[in-house]
């Protein structure tokens, strides 16, 4: 597990496929590029340009649940497969890659 509870993100109030305009960071013009996004629903359970901070993370049946309190103190719950379906969606929301925890623990020794 990389993200922890303390995590932050943001949704850009960018829509996939804007244009690109002068002043934009780079972020800013890898969220506005036209890639897919496995996520989309749960991108639109979040406010565009309003921080989050994970405070929780917990199991419910087969899910894995998400619960993400906002700037404004709103409250959300993603649910996801996985919690690797989970990492992938906050690293996409950072634009982060995340490492390949499974390469490090078949090197490791004792």
Request: proline content about 2%; aromatic content about 14%.
């Given at each position: 597990m990389h993200y922890i509870a303390g995590t932050r993100i943001r949704v850009s109030a960018i829509r996939p496929g804007g244009p690109i305009r002068p002043g934009m960071t780079s972020s800013q013009i890898r969220a506005s590029s036209p890639k897919r996004s496995l996520y989309t629903k749960h991108r639109e359970l979040l406010k565009p340009d309003t921080d989050y901070t994970l405070t929780r993370?917990?199991?419910?049946?087969?899910?894995?649940?998400?619960?993400?309190?906002?700037?404004?103190?709103?409250?959300?719950?993603?649910?996801?497969?996985?919690?690797?379906?989970?990492?992938?969606?906050?690293?996409?929301?950072?634009?982060?890659?995340?490492?390949?925890?499974?390469?490090?623990?078949?090197n490791m020794t004792d």
């Open positions: 993370i917990y199991k419910d049946q087969d899910k894995v649940v998400y619960v993400f309190n906002s700037s404004d103190m709103s409250r959300t719950e993603l649910q996801f497969d996985t919690i690797t379906d989970a990492e992938r969606f906050i690293s996409e929301l950072r634009n982060e890659n995340l490492p390949n925890y499974d390469d490090v623990y078949k």
